[in-house]
């Protein structure tokens, strides 16, 4: 405690921000009759005595943050030791209580989506983005008027699309779901048949993110299933008269090319790579069904919050349906803490966001491709410049993921021959293409980039010289 109150003075302008915060959102409360905006001008007077209730969260989360873990992990709130002290938890190749063990021969893992390449921004976005959640917080199933959906929130998703240009949401229905997962779920719900005697065959084209065939098939009903691929049904003309439903992943994972379906039917548009970071806008998508997530737009994954936006009226009621039975809605904590994250993204039109997010991107693609280069065993998947609305300019796709190709007869499990090189990557056998391909994610922290680069040099600098011993 001792510790935590020595912190106090560095944090007042944290504790003073936080209330705005808390001002701004409308949350209007008082504590034992003084009112916040009363309570404000106390708390300078209060530091150097017992702690207010906000100062003491704004203490402990204060105390975490400034745990060094040698500049290899990281603490978190949610952590802590019996006494209090903050727990580091080590980034990948890192050791120890305090992260200082280095270990040298470990592996550059690529395999996650994770996109921790932003926690710098949000860092430095600590004060704008910081929430203090009382412990009375909105404890009921319903915000007022009985709705479930934060209409603050609704609203600055719609304005950061308009922003953006990369959706239409005007006259369009807006569901919450928990992560885009929950809402492709939905949305094979709301489109399948309905009629058990035909059930909806759902399809996607490869490559394809495993989940549509793994979780379509988990949850397969009488009034769908997991069908495969589109090419394989598409040459054989066999759906002729069955229901279809598409998967269409734009930009797709893992390949970051813009897709567009193969059926004209039924389609439910995965565009959760499709912001500005990850490639050039060429106009708002403007489909039936499309699907966002905060995971792959601001990198917090972790909240497990996504959206989609509707065009029918019909559709939009049964994917609500979906989410009020399997979750009687979405978590109240989860809705302030997205607020608060895309208010600081769409700050300044987005600009100080979607620079860094590009930036960084571009930068991790530009020294790819450079060591690329000088390889003839690998590739990557080939980009094309094409206009950016949002920055204006043309410029090239920077993909999520480096889809890359192992070019000789022999190497036939790509995977297995960058886990050889200390790279861990996914095998193209995961995304339902061949494993000549694998997929590596650029979307990791620095340490973790610069690690996979020197791995990838090293494994493309032995290419001659192991070739010659072959
Ligand atoms: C970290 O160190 C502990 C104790 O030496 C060891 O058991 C563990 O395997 C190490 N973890 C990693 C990821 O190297
Ligand atoms: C259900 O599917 C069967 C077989 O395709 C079809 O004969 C029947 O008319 C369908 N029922 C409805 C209500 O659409
Ligand atoms: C598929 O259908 C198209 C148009 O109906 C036809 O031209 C083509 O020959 C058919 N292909 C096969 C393999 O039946
Ligand atoms: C290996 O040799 C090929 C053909 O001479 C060349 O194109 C390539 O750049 C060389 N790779 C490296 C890493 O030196
Ligand atoms: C976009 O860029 C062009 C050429 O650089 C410029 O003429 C135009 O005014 C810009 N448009 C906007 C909306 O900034």
Same mark, same amino acid.
């Given at each position: 405690?001792?510790?935590?109150?020595?912190?106090?003075?560095?944090?007042?302008?944290?504790?003073?921000?936080?209330?705005?915060?808390?001002?701004?959102?409308?949350?209007?409360?008082?504590?034992?009759?003084?009112?916040?905006?009363?309570?404000?001008?106390?708390?300078?007077?209060?530091?150097?005595?017992?702690?207010?209730?906000?100062?003491?969260?704004?203490?402990?989360?204060?105390?975490?943050?400034?745990?060094?873990?040698?500049?290899?992990?990281?603490?978190?709130?949610?952590?802590?030791?019996?006494?209090?002290?903050?727990?580091?938890?080590?980034?990948?190749?890192?050791?120890?209580?305090?992260?200082?063990?280095?270990?040298?021969?470990?592996?550059?893992?690529?395999?996650?989506?994770?996109?921790?390449?932003?926690?710098?921004?949000?860092?430095?976005?600590?004060?704008?983005?910081?929430?203090?959640?009382?412990?009375?917080?909105?404890?009921?199933?319903?915000?007022?008027?009985?709705?479930?959906?934060?209409?603050?929130?609704?609203?600055?998703?719609?304005?950061?699309?308009?922003?953006?240009?990369?959706?239409?949401?005007?006259?369009?229905?807006?569901?919450?779901?928990?992560?885009?997962?929950?809402?492709?779920?939905?949305?094979?719900?709301?489109?399948?048949?309905?009629?058990?005697?035909?059930?909806?065959?759902?399809?996607?084209?490869?490559?394809?993110?495993?989940?549509?065939?793994?979780?379509?098939?988990?949850?397969?009903?009488?009034?769908?299933?997991?069908?495969?691929?589109?090419?394989?049904?598409?040459?054989?003309?066999?759906?002729?008269?069955?229901?279809?439903?598409?998967?269409?992943?734009?930009?797709?994972?893992?390949?970051?090319?813009?897709?567009?379906?193969?059926?004209?039917?039924?389609?439910?548009?995965?565009?959760?790579?499709?912001?500005?970071?990850?490639?050039?806008?060429?106009?708002?998508?403007?489909?039936?069904?499309?699907?966002?997530?905060?995971?792959?737009?601001?990198?917090?994954?972790?909240?497990?919050?996504?959206?989609?936006?509707?065009?029918?009226?019909?559709?939009?009621?049964?994917?609500?349906?979906?989410?009020?039975?399997?979750?009687?809605?979405?978590?109240?904590?989860?809705?302030?803490?997205?607020?608060?994250?895309?208010?600081?993204?769409?700050?300044?039109?987005?600009?100080?966001?979607?620079?860094?997010?590009?930036? =960084?991107? &571009?930068?991790?693609?530009?020294?790819?491709? $450079? *060591?690329?280069?000088?390889? %003839? #065993?690998? !590739? +990557?998947?080939? /980009?094309?410049?094409?206009?950016?609305?949002?920055?204006?300019?043309?410029?090239?796709?920077?993909?999520?993921?480096?889809?890359?190709?192992?070019?000789?007869?022999?190497?036939?499990?790509?995977?297995?021959?960058?886990?050889?090189? =200390?790279? &861990?990557?996914?095998?193209?056998?995961?995304? $339902? *293409?061949?494993?000549?391909? %694998? #997929?590596? !994610? +650029?979307?990791? /922290?620095?340490?973790?980039?610069?690690?996979?680069?020197?791995?990838?040099?090293?494994?493309?600098?032995?290419?001659?010289?192991?070739?010659?011993?072959?």
């Amino acid at each position: 405690m001792n510790k935590m109150k020595n912190h106090c003075y560095g944090i007042c302008f944290f504790i003073s921000i936080a209330i705005n915060i808390l001002l701004c959102t409308g949350i209007y409360m008082y504590i034992g009759g003084a009112r916040w905006g009363d309570m404000k001008q106390e708390i300078s007077w209060q530091s150097s005595l017992a702690l207010t209730w906000t100062e003491k969260a704004a203490a402990e989360a204060e105390a975490v943050a400034a745990a060094p873990c040698s500049g290899h992990g990281r603490a978190f709130v949610d952590r802590l030791t019996s006494d209090g002290q903050p727990v580091c938890e080590c980034f990948n190749c890192y050791n120890g209580s305090d992260c200082s063990a280095y270990n040298p021969e470990c592996a550059a893992v690529a395999t996650s989506g994770d996109l921790t390449f932003l926690e710098p921004f949000w860092i430095q976005n600590a004060a704008n983005t910081a929430v203090v959640i009382s412990g009375w917080h909105r404890m009921t199933y319903n915000y007022a008027h009985g709705t479930k959906m934060l209409t603050e929130l609704e609203n600055c998703i719609r304005k950061l699309h308009s922003i953006a240009g990369n959706a239409v949401t005007e006259g369009r229905y807006m569901v919450f779901g928990v992560g885009s997962a929950q809402l492709l779920s939905a949305a094979v719900y709301a489109l399948s048949s309905g009629n058990s005697s035909s059930p909806s065959n759902v399809l996607a084209s490869i490559p394809f993110y495993w989940l549509f065939k793994d979780q379509t098939s988990f949850f397969s009903s009488k009034y769908f299933e997991f069908e495969g691929n589109t090419n394989s049904l598409q040459s054989k003309n066999s759906t002729n008269n069955r229901d279809v439903i598409e998967f269409v992943t734009s930009p797709n994972n893992p390949d970051g090319e813009l897709k567009t379906p193969v059926f004209g039917g039924k389609a439910i548009y995965d565009q959760v790579f499709y912001w500005p970071h990850f490639t050039p806008i060429p106009e708002p998508s403007d489909q039936d069904i499309m699907i966002f997530s905060l995971s792959k737009l601001t990198g917090h994954a972790g909240s497990r919050f996504g959206w989609a936006i509707i065009k029918d009226r019909d559709i939009y009621d049964k994917m609500l349906l979906y989410i009020s039975m399997s979750d009687v809605g979405i978590s109240h904590d989860t809705q302030l803490r997205a607020l608060k994250i895309l208010e600081t993204t769409i700050d300044e039109d987005g600009k100080p966001f979607f620079e860094f997010a590009y930036t =960084k991107m &571009t930068e991790r693609w530009d020294r790819l491709t $450079s *060591a690329f280069s000088k390889s %003839t #065993r690998f !590739s +990557l998947q080939d /980009r094309h410049p094409f206009h950016c609305t949002y920055f204006n300019e043309t410029r090239l796709p920077t993909p999520a993921f480096a889809w890359v190709k192992c070019e000789r007869e022999v190497d036939n499990d790509c995977r297995a021959v960058l886990e050889a090189g =200390k790279i &861990t990557s996914l095998s193209g056998s995961r995304l $339902s *293409a061949t494993d000549r391909y %694998t #997929r590596v !994610s +650029l979307t990791m /922290r620095e340490d973790d980039f610069e690690l996979l680069m020197i791995r990838f040099t090293n494994l493309i600098s032995l290419e001659n010289g192991s070739l010659q011993t072959m």
